[in-house]
């Protein structure tokens, strides 16, 4: 059974920055996508980071309102995912979900932003970002 930790999360000012991790219990391949959602009181889910291994590369994928400001990481070997974000916006604020799906992906797939699409979910981890 495969499950989804997070850690990372916290407080910071504006224009900081903050590390997620999310390691998996359970076996992930390099294939399937690994992404990470954040979802705002009041607001839906939404995608912001995602990404996959196929062949030796990494093909990754961003929101606009993250892009240039996120990165998102992978450890194959270790079944984790990263978030580094910096220059936080307090619009950032919100809880970070990392989430994975089941369905190998090749060079020219993008991976999915719809919640629907991802099979395994982490409990969540707060960032609140102040101005």
């Known amino acids: 059974q495969v499950k989804l930790v997070e850690s990372g999360g916290g407080s910071v000012q504006a224009g900081g920055s903050l590390r997620l991790s999310c390691a998996s219990t359970?076996?992930?391949?390099?294939?399937?996508?690994m992404a990470w959602f954040r979802q705002a009181p009041g607001k839906e889910r939404e995608g912001v980071a995602l990404g996959y291994t196929y062949g030796y590369t990494f093909y990754d994928f961003y929101d606009d309102s993250v892009k240039g400001r996120f990165a998102i990481s992978r450890d194959n070997n270790a079944n984790a995912i990263y978030l580094q974000m910096s220059s936080l916006k307090p619009e950032d604020t919100a809880s970070y979900y990392c989430?994975?799906?089941?369905?190998?992906?090749?060079?020219?797939?993008?991976?999915?932003?719809?919640?629907?699409?991802?099979?395994?979910w982490g409990q969540g981890t707060q960032v609140s970002v102040s101005s």
């Open positions: 989430a994975a799906d089941t369905r190998p992906h090749a060079r020219g797939d993008n991976c999915s932003t719809s919640p629907s699409a991802y099979t395994y």
């Open positions: 359970g076996y992930i391949r390099n294939s399937y996508c």
